[in-house]
C-alpha cells in the first residue's frame, strides 16, 4: 500500500510540471520568443513562504514523498513503537533543502484536529501524526491563518486523503 501512495505521489508531483513545461515549450515555440533571464515583476513582489494555499500543499507534498521513502526503507512502517524520532528527522532533512524556513516540531501531534491548531507567530510548521500502528501517517502543514493536510491510513483507505488548505482553528 505504501508503494501505491508512493506512485500516486510521484505522479502528482511530476504531473503539474511536466504539463506547464509541456505548454511553456509550445507557447515559446509557435510564437518564436525566446525567454528573458531577467526576474519577473511577480518574482519581485512574490509573498512570504508559508502566505499562500499552493505554498502549503507543496511543502506536505515534499513532506509525504519523504515519509513515503522512508517508511519504504523501514518496512513500511513510518513509525514503529510510537518511535516517531527517525520518521521526523528524514521529513525534516528533506524540506531543509526546499524550505528552510519550514519547522517540523520535535514532539508528533494526535492527529488532525491536534495538527490544525493555527500558529501564534507567523511561520510555517509541518506537524507529524503516525496512526496507532505506526503504519500510516498525517502530515499537516499549519500557519497562523491556514493549514493543509495529507492523511495516508491503510486502515481507513487505500488511498491519501487530501484536505484541501483551509482555515486552521486558533488557539484559546
Given at each position: 500500500m505504501v508503494?501505491?501512495?508512493?506512485?500516486?505521489?510521484?505522479?502528482?508531483g511530476c504531473t503539474p510540471a511536466c504539463a506547464q513545461d509541456?505548454?511553456?515549450a509550445s507557447s515559446l515555440a509557435s510564437s518564436g520568443e525566446l525567454p528573458s533571464l531577467a526576474p519577473s515583476s511577480s518574482a519581485e513582489t512574490s509573498t512570504p513562504m508559508g502566505s499562500s494555499d499552493a505554498e502549503l500543499e507543496l511543502v506536505v507534498r515534499a513532506a509525504y514523498t519523504a515519509a513515503s521513502a522512508f517508511a519504504v526503507?523501514?518496512?513500511?512502517?513510518?513509525?514503529?513503537d510510537g518511535v516517531v524520532g527517525p520518521l521526523r528527522d528524514a521529513?525534516?532533512?528533506a524540506l531543509t533543502a526546499g524550505y528552510p524556513s519550514v519547522v517540523v516540531p520535535a514532539d508528533p501531534v494526535?492527529?488532525?484536529?491536534?495538527?490544525?491548531?493555527?500558529?501564534?507567530?507567523?511561520?510555517?510548521?509541518?506537524?507529524?501524526a503516525p496512526n496507532t500502528f505506526g503504519d500510516g501517517v498525517t502530515l499537516i502543514?499549519?500557519?497562523?491563518?491556514?493549514?493543509?493536510?495529507?492523511?495516508?491510513?491503510?486502515?481507513?483507505?487505500?488511498?491519501?486523503?487530501?484536505?484541501?488548505?483551509?482555515?486552521?482553528?486558533?488557539?484559546?
Open positions: 508503494w501505491r501512495a508512493l506512485i500516486v505521489t510521484l505522479v502528482l509541456a505548454s511553456s526503507a523501514h518496512g513500511n512502517y513510518f513509525a514503529r521529513v525534516a532533512a494526535a492527529d488532525i484536529e491536534a495538527g490544525r491548531v493555527c500558529l501564534t507567530t507567523p511561520g510555517m510548521e509541518l506537524k507529524i502543514a499549519v500557519t497562523d491563518a491556514r493549514y493543509f493536510a495529507y492523511a495516508y491510513d491503510p486502515h481507513e483507505a487505500d488511498d491519501i486523503k487530501i484536505t484541501a488548505a483551509t482555515d486552521c482553528i486558533k488557539p484559546n
